[in-house]
């Protein structure tokens, strides 16, 4: 279909709280269609209708097996656990921040024709759903965070978590 502009942080667009989408039409079909391109030429694993400029209930997520889940009118029904890691966004590009969010989430939502579902994940699969439905209220991620990672604390948060970092590998 079509690659979209993603609006960043200062636009009043992300500040917005999304209208639920009441039509599943050819409009909505290319609308979803549009954020799984947008999403793939910008290689996140979430994105909210709200980034491109369009204020509907609509999220497309990647989740831990590679799937591209498609959620309108999405709302969380269930979360346990707790993980705090970095968190990022293609709204704030460049720039991440330590963020607390459930372990494990279940969502409720509808597919592009209407039909409701309900689809879980743990991990970061959890940590995206979480993030890309705050964005349907009109809040970023940096709402959660008390400073933005210098590249220095994102490097010794992944050798802390038994990561091998490229650098290190090269050498």
Partial sequence: MAIRTIVTMGDEMLTKKCRPVT???????????????????????????????????????????DEVIELVNPEIIFSEGEQTGPEGCLSVPGKCGMVTRPDHVRVRAQDRYGNWFETEGTELTARCFCHELEH?????????????????????????????????SES
């Fill in 136 to 168: 349907l209220d009109g809040h970023l991620y940096v709402e959660h965070i008390d400073h933005f990672l210098t590249e220095e604390e994102l490097a010794d948060y992944y050798r802390q978590q038994g990561y091998e970092l490229e650098e290190e």
């Fill in 23 to 65: 039509e599943f039409n050819q409009r909505l079909h290319d609308l979803l269609d549009d954020l799984k391109d947008t999403l793939a030429q910008a290689q996140g694993v979430g994105l909210a209708a709200p980034q491109v400029g369009i204020l509907r209930r609509a999220v497309v997520v990647i989740n831990d097996e």
